[in-house]
């Protein structure tokens, strides 16, 4: 089927984007359709580029309109998309309506959502007195160093701090609106490593194997209980991802071996709390620990801001909405440091998925919900 052609539409609107492969990280073509979008309503667009290899350079967008004294309400998101890999039944980049359902890579993460806000944004009188801005980057999917965390820099030199603001990842389960995240785990990656003295495994009192030692650590990592949860958050848990000696030959003892593990965590956690805690066991076996921190923990407690969305997906849709904290990371972890922060978007049932789709009413409801929120939190 052939894209529809009102600007107004939200359909339309997502179909636009659709329609501009952005494969992570995101640059030129999608965000001049949204520049295109946004200048016509009256947006102030800064789009920009930062970042040098291996994780850059990374395309963002930052807007903002203000139309008098008021609070200022952020909404924001990612172009970017993950590789659609190959199975598809149509071009993943030529959006197609097949029934009930819009197809196309991003449908749901998260170019849909954008789409509905930005179309949500005609739906406002003309005299909603604050400041509106997008917040929108082309780096989320990946290692996100020169995205968010940018953008938060740019917005900051331009002395731009929102009150509040609406991440629209696809947070809904199983009907648009049943789900919305308050608050998500923190993640710290480790790589462990136990060095030895390689030799033949004939004569073993010539070598040190680290192997075993190795294995006393993981052992020790797998016992520890972090936690077993609070009101809001699941317990902490700690995986092992991958094991690794590099020995190709059956009679060499390896010099070395490494492990790498994953922990997702609490509030009652801290990052740099758990690569203490893990450097203190790897120790006890001689081993080392090099850390990546990907995000902490954050929770927006329950109140008004939350209340306000639940309210608007309530007169929408009828249902009432479960506030959660589950699921992976997300960017509001960085933007919790600005403001009180809530995630609301699609169905997130197809995402990352071969034939990604959102279906064309959820769209529209949330086209409806947003311009809701948006009138009631600037109204």
């Known amino acids: 089927m052939s894209m529809t052609s009102s600007n107004n539409d939200v359909v339309a609107l997502a179909q636009r984007l659709l329609a501009c492969p952005s494969v992570t990280p995101a640059t030129g073509p999608v965000f001049a359709e949204m520049e295109a979008m946004l200048a016509p309503l009256g947006f102030t667009v800064d789009r920009f580029v930062v970042g040098e290899a291996p994780d850059g350079p990374v395309e963002n967008l930052l807007a903002w309109r203000t139309t008098g004294a008021g609070p200022h309400f952020a909404f924001a998101g990612h172009l970017d998309v993950v590789p659609p890999g190959p199975g598809w039944a149509s071009d993943p980049f030529a959006p197609e309506i097949r029934g009930d359902l819009l197809y196309g890579r991003g449908a749901v993460d998260m170019k849909g959502s954008i789409a509905a806000f930005v179309a949500a944004l005609a739906d406002l009188p003309d005299d909603l007195p604050g400041t509106i801005s997008l917040i929108i980057t082309g780096d989320e999917e990946g290692p996100a160093v020169y995205g968010t965390l940018a953008l938060m820099d740019r917005m900051a030199a331009r002395e731009l701090r929102p009150d509040m603001c609406l991440v629209g990842e696809p947070t809904s389960s199983q009907r648009l609106g049943d789900v919305v995240k308050i608050g998500r785990r923190g993640s710290v990656n480790m790589w462990i490593k136990v060095s030895g003295s390689q030799g033949h ?157 959102v279906a064309v009413q959820d769209l529209r409801d949330l086209q409806r919900i947003y311009a809701l929120v948006l009138e009631r939190a600037l109204g």
């Open 201 to 357: 495994v004939a004569y073993p009192h010539l070598a040190d194997n680290p192997i075993p030692k190795l294995v006393r650590i993981l052992t020790a990592i797998e016992a520890e209980v972090l936690d077993e949860g609070t009101d809001w958050f699941q317990p902490s848990n700690i995986e092992i991802t991958d094991l690794d000696v590099g020995n190709a030959a059956h009679n060499v003892i390896p010099g070395a071996a490494t492990a790498r593990i994953s922990i997702r965590f609490n509030d009652q956690h801290s990052g740099a709390s758990l690569i203490e805690r893990i450097k203190a066991i790897a120790a006890t076996e001689g081993g080392t620990v090099e850390a990546r921190i990907s995000g902490e923990s954050f929770l927006t407690q329950p109140g008004a801001f939350s209340d306000l969305i639940s309210g608007a997906i309530r007169d929408v849709t009828g249902i009432d909405t479960e506030l959660s904290t589950t699921g992976g990371t997300s960017d509001a972890r960085f933007l919790s440091r600005l403001c009180p922060v809530a995630e609301f978007g699609l169905n997130n049932a197809t995402m990352h998925k071969l034939d990604e789709a």
